[in-house]
């Protein structure tokens, strides 16, 4: 069974940072049938893109404007891919969740293979 677990999560202020992981099990991290990603769904609006890696050549893909104040990473040796997120803003409110698609990044939703349960961050003004 394939599982993602999220964590890191929590409540920063305006202008704070915040660090998230992904735990992945019941997959082969270090091979090339997956790219890794997150997403994020705010209150009230659809689930959007926000980072992508393939761990195979560490190609990195982020969505529009969030590139420069977020970061992907992975790590083979721990199963492990996470999101560094700096001078958060109050509007990067969300949940924000990982996932798993099919060789290459998309960002599209419609090609998640699997998904994680999510974690919370809030931003306050």
């Known amino acids: 069974e394939v599982r993602l677990v999220e964590s890191g999560g929590g409540v920063v202020q305006a202008g704070g940072s915040l660090r998230l992981s992904c735990a992945a099990s019941g997959i082969n991290f270090d091979d090339d049938d997956y790219a890794y990603g997150w997403f994020r769904q705010a209150p009230g609006k659809e689930r959007e893109a926000v980072a992508c890696?393939?761990?195979?050549?560490?190609?990195?893909y982020y969505w529009n404007t969030l590139k420069g104040r977020f970061t992907i990473a992975s790590d083979i040796a721990k199963n492990m891919v996470s999101l560094e997120m700096d001078s958060l803003e109050p509007e990067d409110t969300a949940v924000y969740y990982c996932?798993?698609?099919?060789?290459?990044?998309?960002?599209?939703?419609?090609?998640?293979?699997?998904w994680g349960k999510g974690t919370l961050v809030t931003v306050s003004s």
């Open positions: 890696i393939e761990v195979g050549d560490r190609s990195t």
């Open positions: 996932a798993a698609e099919r060789y290459h990044c998309s960002l599209s939703v419609q090609n998640i293979v699997y």
